[in-house]
């Protein structure tokens, strides 16, 4: 009797450790998909919400209201005032000083800029019994460059703003007229704007990527040149920001950037989609992807050499056409405006004998 007693008891110990363990096993299965859930399949499909972040958005629902003076960059006699923006994500003071070496690359690619434009145009059509192939593809490279003499001294500072996005927003002025003797200092400036587009039979890709280089070398500063790069870079729908400052990278923060001013205009049917930019990756991105968005446009307007390559064969046929544009241009604005949170830049521009 002893010995069954002792024989139900180890069984009914056996099953409860066991069901304790399947039932341990199960808790930690479900803790396990609770967490899944919350770190990493409702954040990929936005049904996660940090507090701080959902703050954060609605924060960013309020759009930040831009003073007036940003579109209004006014030719004043012998002095020009020239807009300049920093990246978002600055401390105040390092903003402005980036914000100011901008303005003055600006007014270096307005006034003093070479600009080269090189196009082509490809279509490949192969035919054979079992399928025909159809490709184009059209690429266009822009290159605007200049090395500008000037006295860091003749620039002065107007007005600053400083955005809810840790932007700096400056406006300068500088003497457009300079003996020589005054001329110590050097700004160096590159930008680049390239665009492919491929389409094969029916698939299509779309690539841009904006570039713009700054060297300033200040001859009475001991500290060394001073050096800006921004590298924006759009893939189909993705898109890839590279921000240098000095020896620091500035990290791009992913926010709803929203802005906002009293001169914002009433879009009508003269005013072309193509020279709209969106500031939803903030006010610097916005304006010099605009500006050497515009400055390709214009190059190639302005004058232009057209070569023609053309091969054909027996089922298949060869063609490029490339277009190639040198000129030194000043450049001026149509219009600088904003609306419904994008820039509206519509450029002019005259080449320089």
Not at 260 to 271: G, P, Q
């Amino acid at each position: 009797m002893k010995y069954i007693i002792s024989v139900l008891t180890i069984f009914f110990i056996s099953n409860f450790s066991i069901s304790a363990q399947v039932e341990n096993t199960s808790d930690i299965i479900d803790v396990d998909k609770e967490k899944y859930e919350q770190n990493v399949f409702n954040k990929e499909f936005d049904e996660y919400q940090d507090t701080a972040d959902l703050e954060k958005k609605l924060y960013d629902r309020i759009p930040e209201k831009l003073p007036e003076w940003i579109f209004n960059p006014i030719q004043i006699g012998e002095s020009i005032r020239v807009v300049g923006f920093s990246d978002p994500n600055m401390e105040k003071k390092e903003a402005f000083k980036l914000a100011v070496l901008r303005a003055k690359a600006m007014y270096v690619l307005f006034n003093h800029a070479s600009i080269s434009n090189i196009t082509d145009d490809y279509t490949n059509l192969h035919e054979s019994r079992k399928y025909s192939l159809y490709s184009t593809k059209f690429q266009d490279f822009s290159l605007s460059k200049a090395s500008f003499a000037y006295n860091n001294s003749d620039v002065t500072i107007i007005d600053t703003f400083y955005t809810k996005y840790n932007e700096g927003v400056v406006l300068i002025e500088i003497q457009n007229v300079q003996l020589e003797k005054d001329k110590l200092d050097t700004l160096l400036i590159r930008g680049e704007h390239l665009q492919v587009f491929i389409e094969r039979n029916f698939q299509k890709e779309k690539i841009e990527f904006f570039n713009f280089f700054i060297k300033d070398d200040i001859s009475n500063s001991d500290s060394l040149d001073l050096v800006s790069q921004y590298n924006y870079r759009r893939v189909n729908r993705s898109y890839d920001i590279s921000s240098i400052y000095g020896d620091s990278i500035i990290d791009f923060e992913e926010r709803t950037y929203n802005y906002r001013t009293e001169l914002e205009f009433a879009k009508d049917s003269t005013n072309s989609e193509l020279n709209e930019f969106r500031l939803t990756r903030g006010l610097w991105n916005g304006y010099v992807s605009g500006l050497l968005s515009n400055i390709t446009t214009l190059s190639k307007l302005l004058s232009s050499q057209i070569k023609n390559s053309n091969d054909f064969y027996t089922l298949k046929s060869e063609g490029l056409i490339r277009t190639v544009a040198r000129n030194k241009v000043s450049f001026g604005f149509n219009d600088f405006k904003m609306y419904e949170n994008q820039l509206y830049i519509d450029l002019n521009g005259q080449i320089l004998y």
